[in-house]
Antibody
Framework: QVQLVQSGAEVKRPGSSVKVSCKAS????????FSWVRQAPGQGLEWMGA????????DYVQKFQGRLTITADESTTTAYMELSSLRSEDTAMYFC??????????????WGQGTQVTVSS | EVVMTQFPATLSVSPGETATLSCRAS??????VVWYQKKPGQAPRLLIS???TRATGIPVRFSGSGSGTDFTLTISSLQSEDFAVYYC?????????FGQGTRLEVK
C-alpha cells in the first residue's frame, strides 16, 4: 500500500526559503516518480516540477527555474521540495504526488495530504 | 507549453442525472490525458488515465473518452459525493499542465 506523508504547515517571511518533505512508504523507492503541485487560495492546480529517483533527474517548470529545488533521498525514502525567495504569491497548499510502477511519470495515482505554506511579513 | 481549457467552468446538475465535462488541448496530446477529482481540504484523486482507463477503485459511473485535442469526462447517475471540482491534465509534453477546472455543483 503506497502512502505519502508530508511535513507540517509552515509560515515564512518574504525572501526566505521553505523545504517540504514527502515520505513514501509501501513500495520500492526506485519505482517512484515524484511531482510537486500547488494550489493557491481560490485557484486551480499548478505543476511545479518532478524528480525521477531512479535516474536522479529533476525537471522544473520554467516559472520556478532558479527558485525551486526538488531532491530525493533513497535512504529515508523521502522527496523534498525547496522553494526560495518566497513572496506572498507563494502562499498555497503544496502537494506531492507520485507515480509508482511503470506508468507515465506524470500520472499521479498517489498523493500526500498537502502542506500549507503561508508567506507573510 | 500545452494549454488545457476546460468547459464549462461551472456545471449544475441534479443528483441521479449525468454530467458531461469537456477539456480541450492547444495541440494534440494523443490519449495522454488524466482526470482528477478535487474536494476542499483533500488531495486530488486520480479518476481516469490515458483518456479512458479508470484508476483502481473508481466506480464505473465515471468514464472518459477522447483523443488528440478533445476529451470528455462523463459521470452518470450522480451521487452526492461526486459534487466537486474536476481537473484534466495532459502528460504528453513537459511540463504537464492542468486545465483550470470545472466545478460540478448541485442543481
Amino acid at each position: 500500500q503506497v502512502q505519502l506523508v508530508q511535513s507540517g504547515a509552515e509560515v515564512k517571511r518574504p525572501g526566505s526559503s521553505v523545504k517540504v518533505s514527502c515520505k513514501a512508504s509501501g513500495g520500492i523507492f526506485s519505482n517512484y516518480a515524484f511531482s510537486w503541485v500547488r494550489q493557491a487560495p481560490g485557484q486551480g492546480l499548478e505543476w511545479m516540477g518532478a524528480i525521477i529517483p531512479l535516474i536522479n533527474k529533476a525537471d522544473y517548470v520554467q516559472k520556478f527555474q532558479g527558485r525551486l529545488t526538488i531532491t530525493a533521498d533513497e535512504s529515508t525514502t523521502t522527496a523534498y521540495m525547496e522553494l526560495s525567495s518566497l513572496r506572498s504569491e507563494d502562499t498555497a497548499m503544496y502537494f506531492c504526488g507520485a507515480r509508482y510502477g511503470s506508468d507515465n511519470y506524470y500520472i499521479l495515482a498517489f498523493w500526500g495530504q498537502g502542506t500549507q505554506v503561508t508567506v507573510s511579513s | 507549453e500545452v494549454v488545457m481549457t476546460q468547459f464549462p467552468a461551472t456545471l449544475s446538475v441534479s443528483p441521479g442525472e449525468t454530467a458531461t465535462l469537456s477539456c480541450r488541448a492547444s495541440q494534440s496530446v494523443s490519449r495522454n490525458v488524466v482526470w482528477y477529482q478535487k474536494k476542499p481540504g483533500q488531495a486530488p484523486r486520480l479518476l481516469i488515465s490515458r483518456a479512458s482507463t479508470r484508476a483502481t477503485g473508481i466506480p464505473v459511473r465515471f468514464s472518459g473518452s477522447g483523443s488528440g485535442t478533445d476529451f470528455t469526462l462523463t459521470i452518470s447517475s450522480l451521487q452526492s459525493e461526486d459534487f466537486a471540482v474536476y481537473y484534466c491534465q495532459q502528460c504528453n509534453n513537459w511540463p504537464p499542465t492542468f486545465g483550470q477546472g470545472t466545478r460540478l455543483e448541485v442543481k
